[in-house]
């Protein structure tokens, strides 16, 4: 199994700039979540997909922010434009849909640099 | 008051000592705690969890869930080099069917010779 596979790895960009963050999650896996990270705010959930509909957004920080998933193995998160507030690195982690005990499993991460 | 509270560190211990995480968490309703393990500039693996009170224990890593004190801790016995790390304490808010997890800011670890 590949694991939770991201990309681009790193993401270095100018203000005012789109950036889009892609994802493909554990196959077999139907939860989908979208994270970031940083020193100042630790681990934060943004968004998250079950079967591919967005049960939770209200971590997305405003409406720059979007994140999609049109099917069972592909996900995007958004930012448009971008600012260098947004830099973090940004997770995405997948799961199976079946209750409070099932591991998260996280990708590589993408290093994003707002310039 | 934040959701899942831990010090960030970072704490020291010597090598072969016992390492002692501390988590507290707001909800009453949480359902399960996992710890995960960060190793710098990587992704977060899961180490433990638990949803019971008392302890639980896999080799090295035992958990202990104290629901009434809203209180989780990981113990890390004999701990080594490579224990040296950010430990994620993290608690599912159940909702509907979801799995949604609230992480702490983590407490970084370092295990010294």
């Known amino acids: 199994d590949a694991g939770v596979i991201q990309s681009p790895r790193h993401e270095v960009t100018e203000m005012g700039q789109e950036v889009t963050l892609r994802c493909k999650p554990i196959?077999?896996?139907?939860?989908l979540f979208w994270y970031r990270q940083t020193m100042m705010r630790g681990l934060e959930l943004l968004i998250y997909f079950n079967n591919n509909v967005p049960i939770d957004d209200s971590g997305m920080p405003e409406d720059r922010f979007s994140a999609k998933m049109p099917n069972a193995s592909f996900s995007t998160l958004k930012i448009q434009p971008s600012e260098p507030r947004d830099s973090a690195v940004y997770f995405c982690a997948s799961t199976r849909l079946a209750g409070a005990y099932n591991e998260q499993f996280f990708g590589p991460g993408t290093r994003l640099t707002v310039l | 008051q934040k959701e899942v509270e831990q010090n960030s560190g970072p704490l020291s211990v010597p090598e072969g000592a016992i390492a002692s995480l501390n988590c507290t968490y707001s909800d009453r309703g949480s359902q399960s705690f996992f710890w995960y393990r960060q190793y710098s500039g990587k992704s977060p693996e899961l180490i433990m969890f638990i949803y019971s009170n008392g302890d639980k224990e896999d080799g090295r890593f035992t958990a202990q869930l104290n629901k009434a004190s809203q209180y989780v801790s990981l113990l890390i016995r004999d701990s080594q080099p490579s224990d040296s790390a950010t430990y994620l304490c993290?608690?599912?808010?159940?909702?509907?069917?979801?799995?949604?997890?609230?992480f702490g800011t983590g407490t970084r670890l370092q295990v010294t010779l």
């Open positions: 993290a608690v599912n808010i159940l909702a509907g069917t979801a799995s949604k997890l609230t």
């Open positions: 196959s077999g896996h139907n939860s």
